[in-house]
């Protein structure tokens, strides 16, 4: 078996307003669109995703919180209907996925190697959280590629900041361990939101857009600080500000897809394509892309000039 890869990474928000806007026909409830910005800049990042040709996508998501240990979804072929509990009427959507189990396993085994608590999802009747069912549509909507699940364990929440996204470090080097040894070609999605400052009250009909903007000046600021350094291939200085993005403008990387992600690419010091910025609810998000197998193509000609 060759050596596996992770060839890209994505930050892929997972609000459900963007799922709603598009209607597709497995979520029940319908729009007349809204949120268009950032649909369409998922639709960018669909065409770049099928140039990639990947085995398996993994996605970390918040709303599948694990407070024991790092979870992965190992059951095979998942059915079923996922609600968002905060907006039921803008999210019913029916599912309907295949797991890469062995990758899964692999990435349970690698965690365990290095100290850190995990298990296996091996419920046939799980009901897959709208955070990891909202990304993967909006990045595949064709659902033909198998995918990987990982739980939010959550743990920058009860520790330190600092401490929390150390352990999702350490998460997302298992994760490149479990890709390489088992020969997949792989992409990784963070389902994050940048700045969570959101308004507490919704328009009448939710797809108003003349009611959609930033919460807070300070999230939005904050949110295109930290873009224009990924941009610009500043990773770690972007890194070393997490802490402070996280407290000042209750940033949703804190609950650590953001980091596992990085950490998973090797924290790649090139530039970030950014696909577009909107706001959802006051929310900032950002559906950005790193295509590390190009930057490895031309690293290695760069050396053999």
């Known amino acids: 078996m060759s050596s596996g890869k992770i060839v890209a990474g994505y930050l892929a928000p997972h609000p459900p307003h963007q799922v709603y806007g598009e209607n597709p026909?497995?979520?029940?409830?319908?729009?007349?669109?809204?949120?268009?910005?950032?649909?369409w800049a998922y639709e960018r990042a669909r065409a770049t995703l099928e140039r990639y040709r990947p085995d398996v996508l993994l996605v970390h998501s918040p709303h599948w919180e694990?407070?024991?240990?790092?979870?992965?979804?190992?059951v095979p072929n998942l059915k079923g209907k996922s609600v968002d509990p905060i907006f039921p009427h803008l999210f019913r959507y029916n599912f309907d996925l295949n797991v890469d189990a062995e990758l899964?396993?692999?990435?349970?085994?690698?965690?365990?190697s290095i100290g850190l608590t995990s298990k296996l999802m091996t419920n046939p009747d799980f009901r897959v959280d709208y955070g990891t069912i909202t990304t993967l549509h909006m990045i595949r909507p064709q659902w033909d590629i198998p995918v990987v699940g990982v739980s939010a364990n959550n743990s920058p929440y009860y520790l330190k900041t600092e401490e929390g996204l150390e352990e999702m470090d350490l998460l997302g080097k298992a994760t490149a361990k479990a890709i390489e040894r088992t020969g997949r070609r792989a992409v990784v999605l963070a389902s994050n939101t940048l700045s969570h400052f959101h308004f507490s009250a919704?328009?009448?009909?939710?797809?108003?857009?003349?009611?959609?903007?930033?919460?807070?000046?300070?999230?939005?600021?904050?949110?295109?600080?930290?873009?224009?350094l990924l941009r610009r291939g500043q990773t770690k200085e972007a890194v070393a500000l997490l802490p402070q993005f996280i407290e000042e403008a209750a940033a949703e990387v804190k609950s650590?897809?953001?980091?596992?992600?990085?950490s998973a690419l090797g924290y790649p010091q090139i530039p970030a394509e950014l696909h577009g910025y909107g706001t959802v609810i006051g929310t900032g998000n950002a559906i950005m892309e790193w295509d590390v197998e190009r930057a490895s193509t031309a690293l290695a000609g760069a050396g053999q000039s």
């Open 256 to 262: 650590g897809g953001f980091t596992w992600m990085l």
């Open 66 to 74: 694990t407070q024991v240990g790092h979870h992965f979804l190992s």
């Open 25 to 39: 026909p497995q979520n029940e409830p319908r729009s007349n669109g809204g949120w268009e910005q950032l649909r």
């Open 202 to 228: 919704e328009p009448d009909r939710p797809e108003d857009m003349t009611r959609e903007h930033p919460k807070t000046d300070e999230g939005y600021r904050w949110d295109m600080r930290i873009i224009e």
């Open 104 to 112: 899964a396993q692999a990435c349970h085994e690698e965690a365990l």
